[in-house]
């Protein structure tokens, strides 16, 4: 069975303060690992898709990447609009649905 | 930009009603999908939806709940008889792929008294 484990369950930053978020998985096969963002109340917004170990995608101030056992999502200089919810979730071979982590919740004072 | 889109956005329940909520998916996406996260929870995997049969369905999906696409544009999920344990945020989502990113809605709050 496909499994996501994300640390830290919460994180402050001050604006400004880079810092790095992980997602470690086993899988089966992996097909893609994907981050996404959810807003309180709202539905999971898609960030980035990551195939295969050594790939990196990036956005504005956030940045992923991948090995073979886990994710990274790096922010760089957050500022308070960058503070959601960020979620892993990845899809197997063998499996349609995408398996989701319980999520790091990033608050950015200013 | 195109967008997945549900209905109703907070419905209230009594225990042991129907419920039946909405979603129309993006128009050229193929694979059709239902996600729930109960408050403070992971978002979990309820059915995947494709060429108008259920491709997958997880543990949670069982006889009281049920998947339709009743026309060319709607998906809906009916839930027979709700319980208390049923009180979660519904999300549906779509993609082109099945292997690709999900695009959610921005789900469909159910609250069972």
């Known amino acids: 069975e496909d499994q996501v484990t994300q640390s830290p369950e919460a994180l402050r930053l001050q604006e400004g303060e880079s810092s790095s978020l992980n997602c470690s998985y086993t899988?089966?096969?992996?097909?893609?690992l994907f981050w996404y963002r959810q807003d309180p109340g709202k539905g999971p917004e898609f960030l980035f898709t990551l195939y295969s170990a050594g790939e990196e995608k990036e956005k504005e101030r956030l940045k992923a990447t991948l090995t073979k056992k886990e994710s990274f999502l790096h922010i760089t200089a957050p500022k308070p609009e960058d503070s959601a919810t960020y979620l892993c979730?990845?899809?197997?071979?063998?499996?349609?649905?995408?398996?989701f982590g319980d999520g790091t919740t990033l608050t950015v004072k200013p | 930009e195109p967008e997945v889109t549900q209905t109703p956005s907070h419905q209230v329940t009594q225990m042991g009603q129907e419920v039946i909520l909405r979603c129309v998916p993006i128009?050229?996406?193929?694979?059709f999908y239902w996600y729930r996260q109960i408050l403070g929870q992971k978002v979990e995997f309820l059915v995947s939806?494709?060429?108008?049969?259920?491709?997958?369905k997880s543990e949670i999906f069982d006889d009281q709940f049920s998947v339709e696409r009743p026309d060319g544009s709607n998906f809906t999920l009916k839930i027979r008889s709700t319980k208390l344990e049923d009180s979660a945020m519904y999300f549906c989502a779509s993609n082109y792929m099945s292997t690709g990113e999900l695009f959610f809605g921005e789900g469909s709050r159910l609250t069972v008294l």
């Open positions: 939806f494709y060429n108008n049969e259920i491709s997958e």
């Open positions: 979730a990845v899809k197997g071979a063998n499996a349609g649905k995408s398996t």
């Open positions: 128009s050229n996406h193929l694979y």
């Open positions: 899988v089966s096969g992996l097909r893609g």
